[in-house]
């Protein structure tokens, strides 16, 4: 009776997750600006252009080039295309949960509920991003070097290799995980400790060949690192991820317990590797964020929940079946609606915005799009007659390039440039459209930045990216008249590119 009540559950949970990434797919319609970078990468000319490109990125040469192979074929990188590669690897994702869970000696139930159903497991992963690429190896090596620590034999450590490689090929931060692996593995390794270090030291040789464009990072990246307000970051996750935050802190607080708590005999083996792993995992990524000074996006921990929830899987194999029955029933319940109604949101309406513009601007119109990083999702769909500019005006690319961004906030001109558009489109009959994140009448005035140091902050960045919303609006709104073409609908959209267009035109004079 206890295995059919499990086998049942399990099933109801297999089903769930899989129709939780068929919703996603049907529901995500247009590439928002993050999957329309890597669209444009993947399609850049040349082998050499991607690789000059990933001095411009965050992320290692694995994933774009995979997609430049999917993308060969020409309905391959059209919107559903790309949606079909992203279902993909959201059914890999769920079959990398179900086999890691074996891998390591547990009936998958927890996992599934906890990792394979998460909303923002499915959302990120299965987005045209490596997250969910990243994500598959990872757990794969994790499963893989436990068996390594179990005494697995040359097949196993060469699968654990080869799965650690790739990971940080897609992923250049799954160097923590897999240098945590590795030396989980030494710590419960039976005997030749030694080669459980294989799996970490050839993950660190893949990424030599990265020294020079990591170092070419650096010219930007200071742009985007500053002090991390975590009760803000706790907060905002609270408003949308409620439920996600619930079950991590749950999950991770189970794990440590079960880890810590009296027993007979002291934990062995796989248990003692997955408890460890399971209760390192949340505080490294904190302190890694921490350290770097790297925004702390929901996304970054997605590695963190999935280990949690197989370290918690593997906690919960000692326990009775139907304790584990019952944890992943609670889960189940607890999360449906919310996953339900994440996975369902549209990605952006910027193909409706893009669309609406086609139809409507003319030449002698001009459109503005604020904040300038909503450029790769515009600059995929608009096909109008009217000329478009980012605030501030950065060249033309189809990759979002924070080098340029930085030198703007060097050769601030007091918006000069800016006033000059606007009153040349004016001058001509012209109209101004508007993209924006938000109505210019709601937006707070926010004073002009004092000039940087010689050092540039994330925290300048924020300063000057504020001005330069608050600029344009206050621009607007103090020389024309404008009204909503479009304003975000009934059909639910993610807020980050829920956008307005508004059409601004000088008042007629009296």
């Not at 252009?49 to 995979?66: C, T």
């Not at 340029?404 to 489109?425: F, N, P, Q, T």
């Amino acid at each position: 009776m206890r295995l059919t009540a499990r086998t049942s559950v399990s099933g109801i949970l297999l089903v769930w997750a899989l129709g939780l990434h068929a919703a996603f797919f049907v529901s995500a319609g247009a590439l928002w600006r993050d999957e329309a970078n890597s669209a444009a990468q993947a399609s850049l000319p040349s082998w050499s252009g991607i690789w000059q490109s990933l001095a411009h990125d965050s992320f290692p040469a694995g994933y774009a080039a995979l997609l430049r192979l999917w993308c060969a074929h020409p309905w391959n990188a059209s919107d559903t295309g790309l949606r079909v590669f992203g279902l993909a690897t959201g059914m890999l994702l769920v079959a990398t949960f179900w086999g890691a869970a074996r891998l390591l000696g547990c009936r998958p139930l927890v996992v599934l509920a906890l990792a394979a159903a998460d909303p923002l497991v499915v959302t990120e992963g299965d987005s045209i991003r490596p997250h969910g690429l990243g994500l598959a190896c990872l757990v794969w090596t994790f499963a893989l070097c436990g068996r390594v620590a179990e005494g697995g034999g040359l097949a196993w450590l060469a699968a654990a290799a080869a799965a650690a490689v790739l990971s940080v090929l897609i992923v250049y931060t799954s160097a923590l995980y897999v240098a945590l692996f590795s030396l989980a593995a030494v710590l419960v390794a039976r005997g030749g400790r030694a080669r459980a270090l294989v799996p970490g030291a050839a993950a660190a040789l893949s990424l030599v060949p990265y020294a020079r464009v990591l170092a070419r990072m650096r010219e930007w990246a200071d742009v985007v690192h500053y002090r991390v307000d975590w009760l803000s970051f706790l907060r905002g996750v609270a408003t949308e991820h409620a439920m996600d935050l619930v079950l991590v802190a749950a999950a991770w607080t189970g794990v440590v317990a079960w880890g810590l708590r009296p027993r007979r005999a002291p934990l062995r083996g796989l248990s003692l590797y997955s408890a460890v792993v399971a209760a390192l995992a949340l505080p490294i990524q904190v302190a890694f964020l921490e350290a770097a000074g790297a925004p702390p996006f929901p996304r970054y921990f997605l590695p963190a929940v999935a280990l949690l929830a197989l370290g918690s899987e593997r906690a919960l194999e000692e326990r009775s079946a139907r304790l584990r029955t019952a944890a992943a029933l609670v889960i189940l319940l607890a999360s449906a609606w919310p996953a339900w109604s994440w996975v369902r949101l549209r990605r952006t309406n910027v193909d409706q915005v893009a669309r609406a513009l086609g139809g409507r601007a003319q030449p002698a119109d001009l459109v503005v799009v604020s904040p300038w990083f909503l450029h790769p999702s515009f600059q995929r769909y608009y096909r109008g007659p009217a000329p478009w500019i980012t605030i501030p005006e950065l060249p033309r690319d189809p990759m979002t390039r924070y080098l340029w961004v930085k030198r703007a906030m060097r050769e601030d001109d007091s918006g000069e440039r800016l006033r000059e558009h606007l009153e040349s489109v004016l001058a001509r009959g012209g109209s101004l459209w508007y993209v924006s994140q938000r109505l210019p009448e709601t937006m707070p005035a926010v004073p002009r930045p004092t000039p940087p140091g010689a050092v540039l902050r994330g925290e300048d960045y924020a300063r000057f990216r504020a001005f330069w919303e608050s600029d344009i609006g206050a621009r607007l709104l103090a020389c024309c008249r404008f009204e909503v073409t479009i304003a975000p609908g009934p059909e639910p959209a993610w807020r980050e590119e829920s956008l307005f267009l508004t059409r601004w035109e000088r008042p007629p004079k009296r």
